[in-house]
Every structure is written in structure tokens, then in C-alpha cells.
């Protein structure tokens, strides 16, 4: 799915427990998940790993519940910013932000 880019802004997101690999490698994704309600997620790995082009405002996400956030970001060369809640500490060896 490299090539998807489809706006996912009123998805109803309230319930998901695991993002796990939701985005990994799609490319050329650049929705905008600001307003996305992520207070029951507890995986986020790989979630925007090879998702080259995403830069989405995430300040907002609620990530309390979180325990893995392993490599989240891997890739995503477009990321002009860490998120403020990106915890260093959270998942394995806490490499969210690896190879950025």
C-alpha cells in the first residue's frame, strides 16, 4: 500500500487497542490524524515506519496507555517534529525515532 493517501480524518478511532504496523510503508500517506482519539491504544510499533511523506500534526494524541512505541517512526523522513508525549522509554530499547 505505498501508494496510499486516502483522508482518514473522520475515522472513529475511539476503541482501537493496537496500531500496530497501520502504516508501515505507505510511502506517500499524508492524512491528517490531529483529532484522532488514541486513549485506549497500548501499540503503536512501526505505526509510521517507511510512511516517508506523513507529518501530521500528533500533539493532541492521548498516549497514556501506551507501552510500545517500538521504531513508531522509522522512516518518516517528512516528521518536521517529535511529538511532546514520545516517551524514549517506552517499548524495546526505546527506538521509536530510529533511522529518522
Known sequence: ASSFTSDL?????????SMNHMFD?????????SNWQTGKVT??????????????????????NVTDMFEMFEGAAALQQ???????????EGLGFCYI
Open 25 to 33: 510503508g505507505a510511502s506517500c500517506f499524508t492524512s491528517d490524524l
Open 43 to 64: 501499540d503503536m510499533t512501526y505505526m509510521f515506519c517507511g510512511a516517508e511523506s506523513f507529518n501530521s500534526d500528533l500533539s493532541e494524541w492521548q498516549t497514556g
Open 9 to 17: 480524518r473522520k475515522w472513529d478511532t475511539g476503541n482501537v487497542e
Open 82 to 92: 517529535r511529538p511532546h508525549w514520545y516517551r524514549e522509554d517506552v517499548g524495546e
